[in-house]
């Protein structure tokens, strides 16, 4: 079944036609007018209830045909998770820094919810992958040590903002006292007061800029200078010297477990996650920044490789980014050329996206920016007829 999906048009999001969430969605509905000056962030495929998805023909919510029919989602999917749909599928355009964030465990977000509903609203974790697209900017954990050392060594402004004490702690830690002294100096640096951070900013934009190229490469000059460009003056651009930054190719993917912070920067992405929109900020947003909790709550532990590279080859065509987690993992359905190819049967319901690229299946096309859902153990004889073959993706509960 054809689903129509929501667009997100959070401030974020790429402009018109540069977003790959608008293309897919005027892809799929020519009816749709994009509008040049408007941002496009987001596209949700699921039924979460801040933006659910419908069937296209009949207009029914997705999340109420389940229900009708929760047989559709398959017998493990419905012992783990109930009859609901576990996961949400999304594409991002990003354009603008999104917020630097961590998501709680499952127990951390029912904590959470229970305490604060209004700001904490479900009690569900939130594990999310990220497959790039086009070429893909995040930052995404703790620096190995001796780079943040290295940083808070060189960087006057960022131990200024810190305090000596606290640099000098974390720069003089052995391997057992890291943890702690990254936490504290961490948690200082989020919780300087806006003026102290200005005055800092100031004085650093103007040594960047008087910086030789070496040196400029050395300090991330370009990005401190993009992201102060984004958000004048606040304290995630400083988060740049804490947190690995990584360039993800197309195809290339990371997965965010509980408590590990990150911030998507730049590009256009697939991402999978948990149904849930369990978020707290810190930085690079201007809506509510939950300091205290982020910073109690983050794993400290520091290291370089994060991108995810747990991919199995299923077929030819297919390969599978499972984390290690029950609600959801992704397959990546790709072809060169026009062929036929048959869709594994998958043991719970599943939802597809096309990038690329078009096919036949029951007599239906199915083009760039077509969504389907699919039932758990059905399976799809596609003839993909188009010469440049197909790129498409496809979500499903891994329990
Ligand atoms: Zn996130």
């Known amino acids: 079944m054809e689903l129509t999906c929501c667009v997100q048009q959070y401030a974020w999001g790429k402009l018109g036609l540069e977003s790959e ?33 419908t069937l296209k023909e009949s207009k029914i919510n997705l999340e109420d045909w389940i229900n009708s029919n929760p047989e559709c989602l ?5 012992e783990k998770f109930g009859n609901k749909l576990p996961f949400l599928f999304k594409v991002l355009s990003v354009q603008k820094a999104l917020s630097i964030q961590a998501h709680p465990n499952k127990e951390h977000a029912e904590k959470l919810h229970k305490e604060n509903p209004n700001l904490y609203k479900d009690p569900n974790h939130k594990p999310e992958i990220a497959i790039a697209l086009t070429p893909f900017e995040a930052l995404c954990g703790f620096r190995p040590v ?14 200024n903002l810190v305090g000596q004490e606290i640099a000098s702690q974390l720069i003089n830690s052995e391997q057992h006292q890291t943890e702690a002294a990254l936490k504290a100096c961490f948690t200082e640096l989020m919780k300087c007061p806006d003026e102290r951070i200005a005055v800092q900013t100031n004085a650093y934009i103007s040594r960047l800029s008087k910086m030789d190229q070496d040196l400029r490469t050395k300090n991330l000059a370009s990005l401190f200078e993009r992201l102060h460009s984004q958000f004048p ?53 201007p809506k509510f920044r939950d ?3 982020l910073c109690e709550m983050l794993i400290y532990s520091c290291g370089g490789s994060v991108k995810f590279t747990d991919v199995r080859q299923l077929d030819e065509h297919t390969s599978v980014f499972a984390p290690p987690i029950e609600d959801f993992a992704v397959a990546k359905i790709e072809m060169k050329k026009s062929s036929k190819y048959k869709l594994k049967p998958k043991e ?13 299946a029951d007599s239906v096309v199915y083009k760039r920016g077509s969504i389907l859902f699919l039932e758990a153990n059905k399976s799809l004889d596609m003839e993909v007829t188009d010469e440049k073959g197909l790129l498409m993706f496809q979500a499903f509960s891994n329990a």
């Open 21 to 53: 969430v608008a293309l897919l969605k005027n892809s799929s509905d020519s009816n749709l007018l994009i509008n040049e000056s408007a941002p496009y962030a987001e596209l949700w495929m699921g039924t979460h209830p801040n933006g659910p998805s």
């Open 74 to 78: 398959g017998e493990k999917t419905r």
């Open 146 to 159: 001796e780079e943040i050392k290295s940083f808070l060594k060189s960087i006057v402004e960022l131990q």
């Open 233 to 285: 003056g606040d304290v995630g651009c400083f988060v740049i010297y804490f947190l690995n930054y990584i360039e993800l190719l197309p195809g290339e993917a990371v997965f965010l477990g509980p408590n590990v912070p990150h911030a998507y920067i730049f590009g256009d992405c697939i991402e999978c996650m948990a149904c849930s929109d369990n978020v707290v900020r810190a930085g690079l947003t």
């Open 291 to 293: 300091v205290e909790t």
């Open 348 to 360: 719970s319901a599943s939802i597809c996206i096309v990038i690329q690229g078009r096919f036949i």
